[in-house]
């Protein structure tokens, strides 16, 4: 069974702290990883994307992939309010561009 | 471009009916999925298309049948509805590179309960 972990949270910073979100995957052999933003009612939205092992940065948003211990994280610096949402991890684990989504983390992010 | 639309919004089915969800997309995107997502839960792949005329299962097939004679349109098809169908169904679509990422857009959702 392909399984994406992610913990469901709900994780709470205060505004302008730093979020960290995790997510382990099972398939060694995975291509590629996304985050994807959900706001409550409404479908996601990709964030950001990764492929090679190491970090990288979109803006505020700095996602981080290490193969070895087949595990990503999403850093979310400056944290805002319209940051509350639920944030899925979803792995490329097969041929076809077929994704495995985790459940999802709830962030919320208190003024 | 719209996008991804899908209709209904929301629709009750009453145990046994039947019905289709429609999902058109003006992208002009090879690959087209449908996902349905239960609360608390992440998005589990239904069925899906690489183009028009092909059509594969994913994870959670069963109670479901789609088609793809068009590359706009991937109706899904709910025969014999029963509760467990009860969820929020997305359809979404991508261009289909073989680059290792493919971008998938999602259309709004349908909000379907069965009762």
């Known amino acids: 069974q392909k399984e994406v972990e992610q913990n469901s949270g709900p994780l709470s910073v205060p505004e302008g702290a730093i979020a960290s979100l995790n997510c382990t995957y099972s398939?060694?052999?995975?291509?590629?990883f996304f985050w994807y933003r959900q706001y409550s009612g409404k479908s996601p939205e990709l964030i950001m994307f990764?492929?090679?092992?190491g970090d990288k940065e979109d803006g505020r948003f700095t996602a981080q992939l290490n193969r070895a211990s087949q595990y990503i994280s999403l850093l979310i610096r400056d944290s805002k309010l319209s940051d509350s949402a639920t944030y899925l991890c979803a792995v490329n684990m097969e041929y076809g561009n077929k994704l495995v989504f985790g459940a999802g983390t709830i962030l919320r992010v208190k003024s | 471009n719209a996008g991804v639309t899908q209709t209904p919004k929301f629709r009750i089915l009453k145990i046994g009916q039947s019905m289709t969800l429609q999902c058109t997309q003006d992208m002009n995107h090879n690959y087209m999925y449908w996902y349905r997502q239960d609360p608390g839960m992440g998005l589990k792949l239904i069925y899906y298309?690489?183009?028009?005329?092909?059509?594969d299962k994913g994870e959670v097939p069963n109670g479901y049948n789609v088609s793809r004679s068009t590359t706009e349109d991937f109706p899904l098809r709910l025969e014999l509805a029963a509760p467990s169908q009860t969820s929020v169904y997305f359809c979404?679509?991508?261009?289909?590179?073989?680059?290792?990422?493919?971008?998938?857009?999602f259309g709004p959702g349908t909000r379907l309960t069965v009762l």
């Open positions: 979404a679509s991508s261009y289909g590179g073989t680059g290792g990422w493919d971008e998938q857009f």
């Open positions: 398939d060694r052999g995975s291509q590629s």
């Open positions: 990764i492929y090679s092992n």
């Open positions: 298309s690489v183009g028009a005329g092909i059509t």
